[in-house]
């Protein structure tokens, strides 16, 4: 991916966040727990772009026995 689609795709979910941040009325509880949601998936999309987090799949389960 590169750098400039990584700064367009964040400043639109920016703009999207301020949009209904600002025109859907809504509790404040629930607008925070709206942007920490966002927020943390934008960190760990991030983490992923960047190769900090990695796709394993590959999850082992010991044997017992």
């Known amino acids: 991916m590169s750098?400039?689609?990584?700064?367009?795709t964040l400043i639109v979910i920016g703009v999207l966040?301020?949009?209904?941040n600002s025109y859907i009325p809504m509790d404040?509880?629930?607008k925070s727990i709206l942007n920490a949601v966002v927020v943390i998936c934008v960190v760990v999309w991030l983490l992923?772009?960047?190769?900090i987090l990695h796709h394993?799949?590959?999850?082992?389960?010991?044997r017992v026995g």
Not at 17 to 20: A, H, Q
């Open 3 to 8: 750098l400039i689609s990584l700064a367009v």
């Open 56 to 62: 394993s799949g590959d999850i082992t389960v010991p």
């Open 17 to 20: 966040l301020w949009l209904v």
């Open 28 to 30: 404040g509880k629930i």
């Open 48 to 51: 992923f772009a960047f190769g």
